[in-house]
């Protein structure tokens, strides 16, 4: 099985607005997921230029779901649900 | 050639100001270096005046071409009289000097320089002249030509007098134990930055001091002519889109180090250039995003946050800093020229009044990099707006 790949935005938007908060946490739950889910940082997704389209940063993505608003909550709602329907 | 110049300065033990100055000045489209370091009479406060005014005087003096003798006699004049010696005095060793590697230098009272080619010391000539007002001060004066890898070190007599009086230095470190040390540093390090050698000799003439406390204020200024080691920095993307390949190409045809900050830039850069954004799976940058590595770039980093940290860092001389804006610093100090590549495009997103804080506009981060790099830190620094 492929993993879920969850790649956290770093670019300065992002950061100031907390996906630097939400990489550390996941870094830290990533050991539950260790075999399913490969969390990473990435320099810039540059989502926050089209923030029209997708509201707010920080940006996460899980696999192709753009997450935005993200939080921790948000980004395991997403993982979960994914595991689910597989 | 490049003159990378740098002093640096111990107080003498228990006062708490310097009794040593030292300035320095690039001037003529940087293409000329003048620096003056001066010893006050004493220590303390009252030196520190005496070689403040001399050194800050003789700079200006010799920027607009004043003749020597004429500089030297309205300073002796404007200088404060002690009340108690009832004498003002400052010694001086001033250098000009040019890209190409002419050299005028002119001492007074300050140990003679060392002129290094490699690790061995030239004598150069020099003519000397009497103050007709106080005879017992002697000007000399020096003219030659330096060569590209020549360096000179300039001391105060608190580095040749270092030790005085002890077993192993009874007559002091001298301008011989001061010339040996250089030498001996040169030998280990045929590239040593004036930065380094400077603060070596100064911690080995303290070193040499009676429980190591120094007696006198200690200086080493150091000025060494080199090739110029260059570097460009590309942050921000360019305003016409049309233009990122252009700009890419011209980045990585660069001669020098390379450096990225913006996470946009670094993404076109790719782009364009083909090369992968690699994100190390490495803890976070202190409180800054985590550089990245890209092949063929020195330094990959976040861009503002991390510019403004760099900014921060250089104001307040903070050098030691492992995070990606220290990371930054130390690629800016061990460059001698530095180019920045400005890309003009704004980030809606950072101006979000929602903001936690305050992101600040790309452009006067960058000014603010520039003056300090050139004022503080002696670099030449240009901005090449896209």
Redesign the interface.
């Given at each position: 099985m492929e993993k879920i790949k969850v790649k956290v935005c770093q670019g300065t938007t992002c950061y100031v607005m907390g996906g630097d908060v939400v990489k550390s946490i996941l870094d830290t739950l990533a050991e539950k997921y260790t075999d399913k889910v490969e969390i990473v940082s990435v320099r810039c997704f540059e989502t926050c230029h089209k923030q029209d389209s997708f509201s707010k940063a920080p940006y996460v993505y899980v696999d192709d779901e753009v997450i935005s608003s993200a939080s921790v909550e948000k980004v395991i709602n997403a993982i979960e649900s994914k595991l689910s329907d597989e | 050639m490049f003159i990378d110049i740098d002093c640096a300065q111990i107080k003498k033990y228990g006062q708490n100001a310097f009794g040593d100055y030292f300035v320095s000045k690039r001037t003529d489209n940087q293409e000329r270096v003048i620096a003056v370091l001066s010893d006050g009479l004493g220590s303390g406060i009252k030196a520190n005046i005496l070689s403040c005014m001399t050194s800050t005087m003789r700079v200006r003096f010799i920027e607009e071409d004043i003749p020597i003798q004429k500089a030297a006699q309205r300073i002796m004049d404007a200088l404060p009289v002690c009340q108690l010696g009832e004498i003002s005095y400052a010694t001086f060793s001033a250098v000009d000097c040019r890209n190409d590697g002419s050299v005028w230098v002119v001492e007074e009272g300050n140990p003679t320089f060392l002129w290094m080619r490699g690790n061995q010391e030239i004598e150069p000539e020099y003519q000397e002249y009497t103050s007709p007002k106080f005879p017992d001060r002697h000007l000399k004066i020096y003219q030659f030509k330096a060569e590209v890898g020549d360096r000179l070190v300039f001391c105060s007599d608190g580095v040749t007098q270092a030790g005085i009086g002890t077993s192993g230095y009874p007559i002091g470190f001298k301008r011989e134990g001061f010339l040996q040390y250089v030498k001996e540093c040169i030998a280990k390090k045929s590239d040593i930055s004036s930065t380094e050698l400077s603060s070596k000799v100064i911690q080995k003439a303290l070193s040499v001091e009676p429980e190591e406390h120094a007696g006198d204020d200690i200086s080493c200024a150091v000025l060494y002519f080199r090739n110029p080691r260059k570097a460009m920095v590309f942050t921000g993307p360019p305003y016409n889109k049309m233009k990122d390949r252009e700009y890419c190409l011209s980045f990585s045809f660069f001669n020098g180090k390379k450096a990225i900050c913006?996470?946009?830039t670094?993404?076109l850069v790719s782009r364009e250039l083909k090369r992968d954004?690699i994100?190390l799976?490495q803890p976070?940058s202190g409180?800054l995003?985590?550089v990245?590595v890209m092949d063929g770039i020195d330094l990959?980093t976040?861009?503002?946050?991390t510019l403004t940290r760099a900014a921060e860092y250089l104001e307040r001389e903070e050098l030691k800093h492992k995070d990606a804006a220290g990371q930054l610093v130390d690629f800016f100090l061990s460059t001698d020229i530095i180019e920045f590549m400005v890309g003009a495009m704004l980030?809606?997103?950072?101006y979000?009044p929602?903001?936690?804080?305050e992101?600040e506009v790309r452009r006067t981060i960058i000014k603010k990099i520039k003056k300090l790099l050139e004022e503080k830190y002696f670099k030449q620094v240009t901005i090449h707006y896209m």
């Amino acid at each position: 099985m492929e993993k879920i790949k969850v790649k956290v935005c770093q670019g300065t938007t992002c950061y100031v607005m907390g996906g630097d908060v939400v990489k550390s946490i996941l870094d830290t739950l990533a050991e539950k997921y260790t075999d399913k889910v490969e969390i990473v940082s990435v320099r810039c997704f540059e989502t926050c230029h089209k923030q029209d389209s997708f509201s707010k940063a920080p940006y996460v993505y899980v696999d192709d779901e753009v997450i935005s608003s993200a939080s921790v909550e948000k980004v395991i709602n997403a993982i979960e649900s994914k595991l689910s329907d597989e | 050639m490049f003159i990378d110049i740098d002093c640096a300065q111990i107080k003498k033990y228990g006062q708490n100001a310097f009794g040593d100055y030292f300035v320095s000045k690039r001037t003529d489209n940087q293409e000329r270096v003048i620096a003056v370091l001066s010893d006050g009479l004493g220590s303390g406060i009252k030196a520190n005046i005496l070689s403040c005014m001399t050194s800050t005087m003789r700079v200006r003096f010799i920027e607009e071409d004043i003749p020597i003798q004429k500089a030297a006699q309205r300073i002796m004049d404007a200088l404060p009289v002690c009340q108690l010696g009832e004498i003002s005095y400052a010694t001086f060793s001033a250098v000009d000097c040019r890209n190409d590697g002419s050299v005028w230098v002119v001492e007074e009272g300050n140990p003679t320089f060392l002129w290094m080619r490699g690790n061995q010391e030239i004598e150069p000539e020099y003519q000397e002249y009497t103050s007709p007002k106080f005879p017992d001060r002697h000007l000399k004066i020096y003219q030659f030509k330096a060569e590209v890898g020549d360096r000179l070190v300039f001391c105060s007599d608190g580095v040749t007098q270092a030790g005085i009086g002890t077993s192993g230095y009874p007559i002091g470190f001298k301008r011989e134990g001061f010339l040996q040390y250089v030498k001996e540093c040169i030998a280990k390090k045929s590239d040593i930055s004036s930065t380094e050698l400077s603060s070596k000799v100064i911690q080995k003439a303290l070193s040499v001091e009676p429980e190591e406390h120094a007696g006198d204020d200690i200086s080493c200024a150091v000025l060494y002519f080199r090739n110029p080691r260059k570097a460009m920095v590309f942050t921000g993307p360019p305003y016409n889109k049309m233009k990122d390949r252009e700009y890419c190409l011209s980045f990585s045809f660069f001669n020098g180090k390379k450096a990225i900050c913006g996470g946009t830039t670094a993404n076109l850069v790719s782009r364009e250039l083909k090369r992968d954004i690699i994100n190390l799976p490495q803890p976070q940058s202190g409180d800054l995003p985590p550089v990245a590595v890209m092949d063929g770039i020195d330094l990959v980093t976040e861009g503002i946050l991390t510019l403004t940290r760099a900014a921060e860092y250089l104001e307040r001389e903070e050098l030691k800093h492992k995070d990606a804006a220290g990371q930054l610093v130390d690629f800016f100090l061990s460059t001698d020229i530095i180019e920045f590549m400005v890309g003009a495009m704004l980030n809606q997103a950072h101006y979000d009044p929602t903001l936690p804080i305050e992101i600040e506009v790309r452009r006067t981060i960058i000014k603010k990099i520039k003056k300090l790099l050139e004022e503080k830190y002696f670099k030449q620094v240009t901005i090449h707006y896209m």
